[in-house]
């Protein structure tokens, strides 16, 4: 199928060189991009339109699993299935379940402490990215999560600019700065992108 024309991968981003879990055959990154768009919309219409409850976000790992797998499910055979191999990022395989579990323990912590809900969403986007459970869009999934979480909360959702030649080198910089234990940057990212202007 498009081994080559899809595996040509930007920086911060998963490396797609294997195609074989394409529910879809696509002639070109553009289409795939576009399908996955398609897809991605979906699920943030289930999620992001009406008023969610702890029943249909219970953010649990199976819910986390459902929600990559709304988004991706019509595409990649793979969605919603954590990934079976090692990447040049995230943890490795067998750890992707206990980390998750150790992102809740956090959550509960910070959730007791009162700590503002964007400061939280900004976590857990963090944290989810660098755990990277998915073969593949890990990015869009925790940016999701992030947000459903802030919609959860009846709060206005961060709504990330489309333009990736200025926003995305300053976006992954705050993730690396988030890396090394500094949230301040990307916490600041999530604010300028949350108020409603
Ligand atoms: N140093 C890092 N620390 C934490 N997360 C990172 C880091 N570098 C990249 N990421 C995350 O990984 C994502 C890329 O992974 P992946 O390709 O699986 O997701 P994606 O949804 O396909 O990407 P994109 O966000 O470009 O649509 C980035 O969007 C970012 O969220
Ligand atoms: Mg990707």
Do not use: C
């Not at 793979?78 to 191999?85: E, F, I, L, Q, V």
């Amino acid at each position: 199928m498009a081994k080559n024309i899809i595996s040509d991968s930007e920086e911060g981003q998963t490396p797609l060189d294997d195609v074989s879990g394409l529910l879809v055959d696509v002639k070109s990154r553009r289409e795939l991009n576009d399908l996955e768009f398609k897809n991605n919309s979906s699920a943030a219409r289930k999620y992001l339109l009406k008023r969610l409850t702890g029943k249909s976000a219970p953010f649990t790992y199976k819910w986390l699993q459902q929600v990559h797998k709304d988004m991706f499910g019509k595409v990649w055979r793979w969605a919603g299935t954590a990934r079976d191999t090692d990447l040049n990022i995230g943890v490795p395989k067998e750890k992707i379940g206990s980390e998750i579990h150790k992102l809740f323990y956090d959550l509960g912590q910070w959730e007791m402490r009162k700590d503002p809900p964007v400061e939280i969403a900004a976590r857990i986007h963090h944290r989810l990215a660098l755990i990277h459970p998915f073969p593949n869009g890990n990015g869009r999934w925790a940016r999701m999560v992030a947000n459903i979480y802030l919609h959860r909360h009846e709060l206005p959702i961060v709504k990330w600019p489309e333009d990736q030649k200025i926003f995305r080198p300053k976006y992954l910089k705050a993730l690396k700065a988030a890396d090394t234990g500094d949230h301040g940057p990307f916490l600041k990212l999530h604010e300028e992108y949350w108020q409603p202007s």
